[in-house]
Nanobody, 124 residues
Framework: QLQLVESGGGLVQAGGSLILSCAASGDTLGNNAMGWFRQAPGGEREFVAAIKWSGTTDYADSVKGRFTIARDSALNTSYLQMNSLRPEDTAVYYC??????????????????WGQGTQVTVSS
């Protein structure tokens, strides 16, 4: 059973940067699609970024050009580099992984494994 653990969250000023990590254990990530989602207080869990089995990436419009998703298969880890952070980026960030090929990347229902989340707070 694949287990995911996020780290790297914290408090940062607007305009700053953070790198979130998602370490997998119990199984290998392989080329399974990985995603990052976030959920603000009182809000729905929303798609942030995904890296597909092919290695290509996809981003929500709200983070395009500011966030970068990557994976290191040797380290069994996924990353989310977040630059030019804004107060509206404040949320709990979750990493997720798919089991097998789904062809859907922006829907939380397409992901089979989830981390526990890490808080990101951006002050103005």
């Amino acid at each position: 059973q694949l287990q995911l653990v996020e780290s790297g969250g914290g408090l940062v000023q607007a305009g700053g940067s953070l790198i979130l990590s998602c370490a997998a254990s119990g199984d290998t990530l392989g080329n399974n699609a990985m995603g990052w989602f976030r959920q603000a207080p009182g809000g729905e869990r929303e798609f942030v970024a995904a890296i597909k089995w092919s290695g290509t990436t996809d981003y929500a419009d709200s983070v395009k050009g500011r966030f970068t998703i990557a994976r290191d298969s040797a380290l069994n880890t996924s990353y989310l580099q977040m630059n030019s952070l804004r107060p509206e980026d404040t949320a709990v960030y979750y990493c997720a992984a798919q089991r097998g090929f789904k062809g859907i990347y922006s829907s939380a229902r397409a992901y089979d494994y989830w981390g526990q989340g890490t808080q990101v707070t951006v002050s103005s």
